[in-house]
């Protein structure tokens, strides 16, 4: 590097936290399906698993990325340029995947939170609701189009 580029340090709280926030978010999504299907016993088993895994990658990113200030810096002293472009395709893919799963629970939370909301303000009650797509009557789709609107212009 040439000594015109000013590096820039984190923290040690600030790296502490990113790699945190990276293991929890990953969890997040695929813990509560993991415990569901598996029973207690094996749910404990896969996330010991999980820990081992997460560890191990996070300890290996943070002994590589040494003096550096992105993740995508190191993949590109290490790669080259194509290493480079990996790395931020990588996280754009990580970040899409994110927020389509966050999107995807939103949807299938808020519409009957919207019905149980309707129901208790017209007294009446709905015995089922239907999650096909029918534009016809509110549904499950308006329910996404409100929320992607929004979504598409936050991510």
């Not at 997040?28 to 896969?46: D, K, N, R, T």
């Not at 966050?102 to 939170?113: D, G, K």
């Not at 303000?121 to 189009?145: M, Q, R």
């Amino acid at each position: 590097m040439s000594d015109s580029v000013i590096s820039k340090q984190q923290t040690t709280f600030v790296t502490i936290f990113a790699v945190w926030n990276s293991m929890v978010g990953g969890g997040l999504v695929s813990h509560p399906w993991a415990f569901s299907e598996s029973g207690v016993i094996l749910s404990v088993i896969i996330n010991t698993m999980s820990l081992i895994a997460c560890y191990y990658t996070c300890n290996l990113c943070i002994t590589c990325c040494k003096g550096d200030d992105d993740f995508s810096t190191t993949m590109r002293r290490f790669f080259g340029q194509k290493g480079y472009y990996a790395a931020l395709l990588s996280t754009m893919i990580i970040l899409y995947g994110g927020a389509l799963i966050y999107y995807q629970l939103l949807a299938q939370t808020l519409f009957p939170v919207v019905i149980g909301i309707k129901d208790l303000i017209s007294g009446e009650f709905t015995p089922f609701v239907s999650t096909e797509a029918d534009f016809s009557k509110f549904s499950l789709s308006w329910v996404s189009i409100f929320i992607f609107v929004p979504m598409y212009i936050i991510v």
